[in-house]
Nanobody
Framework: QVQLVESGGGSVQAGGSLKLSCEAS??????MGWFRQAPGKEREEVAH????????YYADSVKGRFAITEDNAKNTLYLQMNSLKPEDSAMYYC????????????????????WGQGTQVTVSS
């Protein structure tokens, strides 16, 4: 059974930081990413990373503020979020796929087979 477990969400004031973690039961995914979904909105990709870290993607709305990294020894993917804004408030999901050849362009939620349960991020003004 493949499992992804997110943690690190919480409530912060605008301008603050949070670091999300996604621990994977297996870590041979070809691509892993972070998505977010606010109430009444579609799930959107925030960032992704090709296994090995040489290819990454960031949504324009988070470029320069968020950073996706991995620790292979811990089977963990991270999302460091700085300079948070109220519009960053959402449920954040980790996603992974064994076959997706993710590039520097965005991927669709439908491209990912495995998902975590989500962790809530709330940014107050």
């Amino acid at each position: 059974q493949v499992q992804l477990v997110e943690s690190g969400g919480g409530s912060v004031q605008a301008g603050g930081s949070l670091k999300l973690s996604c621990e994977a039961s297996r870590y041979s995914y070809r691509c892993m990413g972070w998505f977010r979904q606010a109430p009444g909105k579609e799930r959107e990709e925030v960032a992704h990373m090709k296994f090995g870290g040489k290819v990454t993607y960031y949504a324009d709305s988070v470029k320069g503020r968020f950073a996706i990294t991995e620790d292979n020894a811990k089977n963990t993917l991270y999302l460091q979020m700085n300079s948070l804004k109220p519009e960053d408030s959402a449920m954040y999901y980790c996603a992974a796929d064994f076959y997706l050849d993710c590039s520097s362009s965005s991927s669709s939620a439908a491209d990912y087979e495995y998902w975590g349960q989500g962790t809530q991020v709330t940014v107050s003004s």
